[in-house]
């Protein structure tokens, strides 16, 4: 089995879109609008500023990706940059999909001068976050608030 981790382009569009509606409803099971979340994923393609998706492909077929976006510090003077929508196929998961994604973003990150990595993580989901851990991220000490609209 060998994993191949490359920078996603238009004709993964589809993959993603339906791995996000995927780990929505496997996280929160929250049902996306196709249409929504479809045009969401384009949206990056189409402005370069808001990040960039690795993916997974295991003997050439893709099993999973992660989405890359950038947070400024002005504390730092510098980038995080925040791992979203991770996901991995069923028949991929504890092969080492995503060790082999975060390594890449996290080599990506070094090398373009990133401050560091962010990612969220259900409260609930204690399986990621011994995954995260084991990788070396710690638990930090802010709370997340938002307002919808």
């Known amino acids: 089995m ?32 196709p249409a ?14 808001r990040g960039f998706y690795l993916l997974a492909e295991r003997d050439k077929e893709p099993v999973g990706c992660l989405l890359v976006t950038y947070e400024w510090s002005d504390w730092r003077a510098g980038d995080f940059w925040w791992i979203q ?10 092969e080492g999909v995503f060790r082999r994604l975060y390594e890449e973003a996290k080599d990506r990150a070094k090398q373009a001068r990133a401050v560091g990595l962010r990612l969220y993580v259900e409260t609930e989901n204690e399986r990621a976050q011994r995954t995260y851990a084991g990788l070396g991220m710690e638990r930090c000490h802010y709370f997340m608030y938002e307002a919808e609209f």
Do not use: C
């Open 2 to 33: 060998s994993i191949a981790i490359r920078i996603a382009d238009r004709g993964d569009i589809e993959h993603i879109a339906q791995w996000n509606t995927a780990m929505a409803w496997e996280t929160e099971h929250k049902a996306l609008e």
């Open 36 to 49: 929504v979340i479809h045009r969401g994923v384009t949206a990056v393609f189409d402005e370069p500023r």
């Open 85 to 94: 929508s991770v996901y991995v196929v069923e028949s991929a998961r504890r």
